[in-house]
């Protein structure tokens, strides 16, 4: 199983810092990877899709990069409304599988 | 618009099985495979599996196998995950979600309670 590896598990930044999650691959996905926003009892939103591929209504100021082994999401001006739990998942190979989360704090 | 519904909650008892549903509606339901996701309180999101809406063939998760299905009903463009032999360690809240471009769309989520 590809296993993911997403850091930091928790951050605490200010309204309008620039806020950088990664994520890594136990081997290369290429670009098959997606990032899910999860708020407090909500389901999961997708973000990103194909590492760098901006989901149709999400804001711009969330963008994704990487490809191969090492993936991340920027959040460009952190915004209230961006407090959340934030998942990776790659869909290169069977079984799917997530990062373990981390939680932005304001 | 593209919608994915979700059954209630469902309160078991050990021992017991449990039968998920999964309503689309707002596209082709052959059209996209079905995923779907665990999420056990206060932790992260576990891939369960998925099935392929065209052919029904399932692929599981490790850790998934034996206990889990997956079954269509294409004429109610419904999925459904049934658990049995429930265990308080499968008490979570389970997701469907449309495989396109990662996980595009979710259901509400199902919580699955399992206590004596």
């Known amino acids: 199983d590809i296993q993911m590896t997403q850091s930091p598990p928790t951050l605490s930044a200010s309204v309008g810092d620039r806020v950088t999650i990664t994520c890594r691959a136990s081997q290369t996905i290429t670009t098959w990877l997606a990032w899910y926003q999860q708020k407090s009892g909500e389901a999961p939103k997708v973000l990103i899709y194909?590492?760098?591929s901006l989901q149709s209504g999400v804001p711009s100021r969330f963008s994704g990069s990487g490809s191969g082994t090492e993936f991340s999401l920027t959040i460009r001006s952190l915004q209230p409304d961006d407090i959340a739990t934030y998942f990776c998942q790659q869909y290169s190979n069977y079984p799917y599988t997530f990062g373990q989360g981390t939680k932005v704090e304001i | 618009q593209v919608q994915l519904v979700q059954s209630g909650s469902e309160l078991k008892k050990p021992g017991a099985s449990v039968k998920i549903s999964c309503k689309v509606s707002g596209y082709r339901f052959t059209s996209y495979a079905m995923n779907w996701v665990r999420q056990a309180p206060g932790q992260g999101l576990d891939w369960v599996g998925g099935?392929?809406?065209?052919?029904?063939?399932?692929t599981f998760a490790p850790g998934f196998t034996g206990r889990f299905v997956f079954s269509l009903d294409t004429s109610l463009s419904t999925t459904y995950l049934q658990i049995s032999d429930l265990t308080p360690e499968d008490t979570a809240v389970y997701y469907c979600?449309?495989?396109?471009?990662?996980?595009?769309?979710w259901g509400q989520g199902t919580a699955v309670v399992v206590s004596s």
């Open positions: 979600a449309r495989h396109y471009n990662g996980l595009d769309v």
């Open positions: 194909k590492a760098s």
């Open positions: 099935i392929s809406t065209n052919s029904g063939s399932p």
